[in-house]
């Protein structure tokens, strides 16, 4: 049996946690920390997997880290939601073979003192292989919503076409958003993409609404709502997609628009 005092500990000063709870980091069991899920889908098939995680103002926190293996023309899809009140962060990291896609759909929604991250890590090691990523963040109180995302591209992985896009809504002023997107490519034929952007809620286009007779607090919950669901536009189940727009829209319910 391993002796948790062995594992390591990580922290601020490591560069995929520079973002994280410290405070937690420093008191959690480091066998939960350093566990590691496993996934494998063969060639051809699919697999998905869906979670809004949500906890009461007690929880003190929660690390999930899953690594999955796609087999040629495999797909996964993962589609997550962030609205905890302590400290949570999802890790993914996907290794795709030849025509394999990956799909992931995160947002992180909260406030209080809340820190919530995910953390992803993309392989791709074969040719004709993609992956797309959409992550939203909505923060208020003194909240702090973090992407970090890592493209890896292999020299053999021609054909490669790889994005990842973050944004952030910050509701007050006290909330923090940060992103971190890397891409490492040593393929020469591939189309890779990144963007982020992090602001305040666009009061024109509230203030449009509400000339057009849209009160004005349920102008500003639909603008939400829009970008929120931008993080769910590609996944395959409508009836998935409408269940985490009403978790995710649930948590916003407690942020003052």
């Known amino acids: 049996m391993t002796d948790a005092a062995t594992l390591p500990r990580p922290t601020n000063r490591d560069e995929d946690w520079r973002y994280s709870n410290g405070a937690f980091l420093a008191?959690?069991?480091?066998?939960?920390?350093?566990?590691w899920r496993t996934l494998e889908v063969p060639a051809g098939e699919t697999r998905f997997e869906y979670a809004a995680h949500t906890?009461?103002?007690e929880a003190k926190g929660s690390i999930d880290r899953l690594r999955v293996h796609l087999g040629k023309g495999a797909r996964f899809e993962s589609f997550q939601i962030l609205a905890g009140h302590g400290y949570d962060r999802i890790e993914i990291e996907v290794t795709l073979e030849e025509g394999a896609h990956f799909e992931f759909g995160g947002v992180t929604i909260g406030g209080g003192d809340a820190t919530q991250e995910f953390v992803t890590r993309v392989i791709h090691t074969e040719p004709n292989a993609t992956s797309n990523q959409t992550v939203r963040a909505v923060q208020w109180g003194k909240s702090t919503g973090n992407f970090l995302g890592r493209i890896e591209v292999a020299r053999d992985a021609q054909k490669t076409d790889a994005a990842q896009n973050f944004r952030a809504i910050l509701l007050e002023k006290g909330a923090t958003a940060n992103t971190k997107p890397e891409l490492e490519i040593f393929a020469d034929d591939v189309l890779c993409a990144h963007g982020a952007a992090i602001g305040q809620l666009d009061e024109m286009a509230a203030y449009y609404?509400?000339?057009?007779?849209?009160e004005p607090a349920l102008a500003r919950k639909l603008l939400v709502q829009a970008f929120i669901g931008d993080a769910f536009v590609e996944c395959s189940d409508p009836d998935v997609r409408d269940r985490m727009m009403k978790k995710a829209l649930e948590k916003l319910g407690e942020a003052e628009l």
Do not use: L, T, Y
């Open 55 to 57: 906890s009461g103002p």
């Open 27 to 35: 008191e959690a069991d480091p066998r939960a920390i350093n566990h």
């Open 209 to 214: 609404m509400a000339s057009r007779g849209i």
